[in-house]
């Protein structure tokens, strides 16, 4: 799923495209995308973009005078921006991509399509009328980028979970998912099933400032990496990541291979070492498979070709 850096990409580019620009419309692969009724959808072309802004993990388009569409790509919803210069007037505008395509936006200056992979349709749009409507959508969550430790610390404490549930939790942290908050707590040096009510003052303090440290710097490093061309790398695995998506492989501070824990369709990236003394945390599966046999000590666990001998 797009989280807060590879959203607030988008939000650059979407910007620098489509402020002042008239929608003209809207074209649907696939009807169910609309999770709203009123007002229609059509309500939208003909209209000027006037605002281009994140809420959570969802993007909004402000149109003229008072609407607002609202996308949430979800876990596979990607967008892709094309361009009509060059091209014959009967190949304009673009055809929606196959099964993938849920909709083109159509500007004067190009059309923004959305794709997701995959069979499942989770991606919506909505649009709605006026900025109460469009609160009503808002998780509520704390911006992470501009929070101070106070406000941090209170939306940290407010209940008992672990930390990286809390992390992901959007009603809590604005735009944190899974990935980057595996990269936050391997910068902060916590164990993600640190519970949040038990941190120590300097450990809150760690946590914060590995927050907006991890989320700048992956705001940075992707802006640096797509230039002035549209965004169209957007993946939750990245190679240069420290331990998200690198189960077996050696921390990059370390050393020690990269832990995890499965749960559903998703996974927690962790080093021992690093996060939880040397104590690899237990995987319901593996730990189940392994038995009497599955080893918590790192030290002896062995190198990470040792591991990859055990997955």
């Known amino acids: 799923m797009p989280e807060l850096p590879d959203i607030a990409l988008y939000l650059e580019h979407l910007e620098r495209r489509t ?4 929608l003209l419309g809207v074209r649907l692969g696939n009807p169910f995308l609309v999770r709203s009724v009123e007002p229609p959808l059509r309500e939208a072309s003909g209209r000027a973009v006037t605002s281009v802004r994140r809420l959570g993990k969802r993007i909004v388009l402000g149109l003229e005078p008072d609407l607002f569409l609202v ?21 304009w505008p ?7 395509g849920l909709a083109s936006f159509d500007f004067e200056n190009g059309s923004l399509l959305l794709t997701e992979a995959g069979t499942k349709r989770r991606a919506w ?6 900025e109460a409507a469009l609160a009503a959508l808002d998780p509520g969550g704390l911006e992470p980028l501009t929070a101070s430790l106070e406000s941090f610390r209170e939306a940290l404490t407010r209940e008992t979970h672990t930390v990286k549930r809390t992390l992901t939790d959007p009603r809590v942290f604005s735009g944190i998912g899974n990935a980057y908050s595996d990269e936050i707590l391997h910068r902060a040096r916590l164990s993600p099933f640190a519970l949040t009510t038990k941190l120590s003052p300097e450990e809150t303090s760690r946590l914060h400032g590995a927050v907006r440290d991890t989320l700048q710097y992956w705001i940075s490093k992707l802006r640096a990496e ?26 990059p501070d370390c050393a020690a291979p990269v832990q995890r824990i ?10 021992a070492v690093c996060q939880t ?10 730990s189940r498979l392994l038995g009497e046999d599955f080893q918590r000590d790192m030290g002896k666990l062995g190198s990470a070709e040792s591991l990859e001998e055990l997955s």
């Open 277 to 286: 003394h040397g104590r690899r945390l237990a995987d319901r599966a593996l």
């Open 19 to 22: 402020s002042g620009r008239r």
């Open 94 to 100: 673009p055809k929606l991509p196959g099964k993938r």
């Open 226 to 251: 797509t230039g002035d061309a549209f965004p169209e790398k957007v993946t939750a695995f990245r190679d240069d990541m420290a331990v998200h998506g690198r189960f077996g492989k050696p921390c």
């Open 71 to 91: 996308l949430h790509l979800m876990i596979a919803g990607r967008l892709h921006w094309k361009e009509p210069s060059g091209l014959p007037k009967d190949v």
């Open 125 to 130: 749009l909505r649009l709605v009328r006026g």
């Open 262 to 271: 499965v749960y559903s369709d998703n996974e927690t990236n962790y080093c």
